[in-house]
């Protein structure tokens, strides 16, 4: 099976400095990965290399097996490719349903057309944007300021954003940062939702109790290396992952998502 996203030694460079050091990761289709690693690892370097913000050095990002090297960040978003940010990137005095149609709305010159000839009709951004909503259960906030909403509120806007195209897989930069347990774990039910709409997850954050919880395979990045891989049970095994990324606080919420995880599949 061709991986849906996969980077063959991906290499960022800032002054001599490799904030990616020959990166190599896949996603398949159908799964939620998980990237983690402590602050300054390279994680946000990486996801803006994957979408076309940041060139690399050398290496490839190939994703339905294409080679997208080449492509802007709209390009790779037209091809399924989307992701969050972590400073949200709404617009504040925006709806929450305007927020979602800036993405989704494409401009053609028909669409134009159609617009002055019918007005009030419905397009198939504003189905995709209402679709967005429901997927992360927020019908009710659709006409809502995000200026006007919490904190946890205007993540999960930010990740129907990222869903508003549709894509084949998205990418979600620290979207649990900020939630309390409550919002985080309704989040992680929602990512696991993602699936049975064909939309794979490529999760990187901090709440390990959501990645270990989540995620059916777990990348570990450190000084822009991978130094650890494997399913959540072997990355919570892992005595290095645990002693250098982890720690006490860590290998508690690492026990919680290792509960939660048996609470869930019982």
Partial sequence: MVALLETEDLTVTYGGLHANDEVNLKVEPGKV???IGPNGAGKTTFIDAITGFTAPSSGRVLFGGRDINSLSPAKRAEAGLTRTFQSLELFDDLTVLDNLLVPAERPTWHGVLADLV????????HEQAEWALQTMQLGDLRHRLTLDLSHGQRKL???????ANRPKLVLLDEPAAGLDTVESQVLGTHLRDFLERDISVFLIDHDMGLVLNVCDYIYVLDFGRIIAEGTPSEIRSNPAVIGAYLGEAGESQAEEGRVAAERAHS
């Fill in 33 to 35: 990965v998980g990237l």
């Fill in 118 to 125: 019918r007005p009030n009709r419905r397009s198939a951004a």
């Fill in 157 to 163: 806007v930010s990740v129907a954003r990222a869903l």
